[in-house]
């Protein structure tokens, strides 16, 4: 069966510090992975895709995920957060349906 | 290019009323779904389809019901709401890229649905 798993609901950063959230996938074969971020009472945003190829994509807004297939993973990294980052962020495994995280909450203190 | 149009924005149903939220995509996009979003779970699947005459259950579909007449509408029918159901609601659109696999969505802006 398809699923994702997203092991932190809430995290805590200090700005300029470093981010990693957690996604694992369960899929029989190599699905396409994607991380979204929604901001307060808003839609979702696509940060980045992964369909093929390198395993470390870059994304908008400084992000980056890394795909590692061994591990079923695909984490979502930026090196340094700005208050401005402080969201929602979900994880989205594209297989033969579209299925999302229950998401991380990520917030920037000063 | 307006992408994906979800109507309305807000609505308030009595308890046993029906509706039905409108989604509409002008992509030419294979895939269409609906999800519904509550505090902590993040985004589940209610219903999708791969095309026109074709719709599917997702992990959530009781007391939902969908048709596909045309590759561009997607309507979700509430048949009689209930206070559980009370939630947002997102519509959403993909193409179907290589493998059969669905790439990225491209979301409506969001019904939040209240149930009294």
């Known amino acids: 069966a398809q699923s994702v798993t997203q092991p932190d609901i809430h995290i805590t950063v200090s700005e300029g510090a470093s981010l990693e959230l957690r996604c694992n996938y369960s899929?029989?074969?190599?699905?396409?992975l994607f991380w979204y971020v929604q901001s307060p009472g808003q839609g979702l945003q696509l940060l980045l895709k992964y369909f093929s190829g390198d395993t470390l994509v870059q994304g908008i807004k400084g992000f980056e995920a890394e795909f590692k297939r061994s591990q079923s993973s695909f984490n979502l990294r930026k090196p340094s957060v700005h208050w401005s980052d402080a969201a929602e962020y979900f994880c989205a495994v594209g297989g033969d349906k579209l299925i999302f995280g229950t998401g991380t909450r990520l917030q920037v203190f000063p | 290019n307006a992408g994906v149009t979800q109507t309305p924005k807000f609505q308030v149903l009595k308890t046993g009323q029906s509706m039905t939220l409108q989604c509409a995509q002008d992509?030419?996009?294979?895939?269409m779904s609906w999800y519904r979003q509550d505090p902590g779970m993040g985004l589940r699947l209610i219903h999708y389809?791969?095309?026109?005459?074709?719709?599917d259950q997702g992990e959530v579909p009781n007391g939902y019901n969908v048709s596909r007449s045309t590759t561009e509408d997607f309507p979700l029918r509430l048949l009689s709401a209930a206070p559980s159901q009370t939630s947002v609601y997102f519509c959403?659109?993909?193409?179907?890229?290589?493998?059969?696999?669905?790439?990225?969505?491209?979301f409506g802006q969001g019904t939040r649905l209240t149930v009294v």
């Open positions: 389809s791969v095309g026109a005459g074709i719709t």
């Open positions: 899929y029989g074969a190599t699905p396409y």
């Open positions: 992509m030419n996009h294979e895939y």
């Open positions: 959403a659109s993909s193409r179907i890229a290589g493998g059969g696999l669905y790439a990225e969505a491209f």
